[in-house]
């Protein structure tokens, strides 16, 4: 991978420890172009979903313009809902000589958004996370397609 992408690094995590265990989802772009994806749960006897992929310049790239437009990396966590044991998301980024690192609980809709302490921030990060899920989850669904189409 080129250099230009060696200042990027991007992590999240949601999960919560229940009935059924660790439950969780996860995911990490490494600065070498390495995706990493895991999901846990344990629900009807499931098992973990790892699987691994390397991703090219431009998807880093427009990974990182997602960043720069949800305008995250001028928010800060500090009014946000602490995590819980409902449980807690992390959002973890290094991008552009900036290291930011977010804590939060779950997110159960934009009611919970509206009604925290800092909405306007918490919304930037609820907006950005979903666009970070349907990446991935395109990402993943891509790459390890069975059937071609």
């Not at 098992?47 to 090219?56: A, F, G, P, Y």
């Not at 800060?76 to 998301?89: C, F, T």
């Not at 000589?97 to 009611?111: A, D, E, P």
Request: glycine share 6%.
């Amino acid at each position: 991978m080129a250099a230009a992408s060696s200042d990027f690094y991007l992590r999240y995590y949601v999960g919560h420890k229940g009935k059924f265990g660790h439950e969780f989802l996860e995911f990490e772009f490494r600065p070498d172009g390495k995706l990493r994806y895991a999901n846990n749960s344990n629900y009807k006897n499931d098992t973990m979903i790892r699987k691994e992929c390397n991703v090219s310049m431009p998807v880093l790239k427009e990974l990182a313009r997602i960043i720069e437009e949800g305008e995250i990396m001028y928010e800060d966590d500090k009014m946000w809902p602490a995590p819980d044991r409902i449980g807690r998301q992390e959002l973890e980024i290094v991008h552009k000589n900036q290291h930011i690192c977010f804590n939060t609980s779950k997110i159960g809709s934009l009611v919970d958004v509206n009604s925290s302490k800092d909405p306007d921030g918490l919304r930037a990060f609820y907006y950005l996370v979903q666009d970070l899920k349907c990446f991935v989850f395109s990402l993943i669904g891509l790459h390890f397609k069975i059937k071609p189409i």
